[in-house]
């Protein structure tokens, strides 16, 4: 009797621990199910948020505007300004226009922010989300061409001598990074100090914007699109 009671605990022990296992697995595949479905979630989030910021660079209603004297587009027809990066943060709720060179940033060739001041660059507490999840920057730089042909830059079926049709019309590059700041436990000032970071990697030892957030663990969503800009900025590629 003494040796029934003995196995009957045993094989009560084994199912026990057969369930806590099964539990076990269970609980790690529904994490395992979360973490990519959150992750699915932010890549979307911010895919989504770098594309509206495109999407206002490439607003015909904006093109006036932006070919203006003051306008993002026009401030690469000068020459000092060629190696220039425009940088300024992406926060449509607290901006009357897309652009204001009031709030706009520039990084030189040599990756000094003294022509415009910091203004430009995105602060811990600017989103460009409702919801105050999402942050963006967005950076102009003059495509280099030294190969290009006289007039290639000229929109096709235009004329210079058309009034709409400015005499300069440039090859610029636009970069746009969307950060989740609250993914993980970054400080503010490491946030902002990652915004006044290049874009381009102008030498081996530059660290990028990409590159800082890579390094402080925050998810991000980079892209890139170059335009043909005279009457209306045309994709280039």
Sequence with gaps: ??????????VVLVILTLVTLVGTLA?????????????????SLLLENSNSALFNVEDPNQIARQLAMDGMFSYFNSAGNADDELVFCYRPSAMATFYSTSKTSVIDKDGKTLKMGITGFCKADEFSSGRSAVQAQIYLKKNEEPDALPFSTVPPGTSLG???VPLV??????????ILPGYVGATDSQIEACFKKTAIKKTETTETVEECFEGLG???????????????PKLKT
């Design 1 to 10: 009797m003494k040796k029934q009671q003995g196995a009957t605990l045993i």
């Design 218 to 232: 925050i998810p991000y969503n980079l892209q890139h699109a170059d335009y043909v800009v005279g009457s209306s």
């Design 162 to 164: 058309q009034s709409e």
């Design 169 to 178: 019309a440039n090859n610029i590059g636009v970069t746009v990074i969307s």
């Design 27 to 43: 609980v790690k595949s529904g994490i395992l199910d979360l973490k990519i479905s959150t992750n699915s979630q932010v890549r």
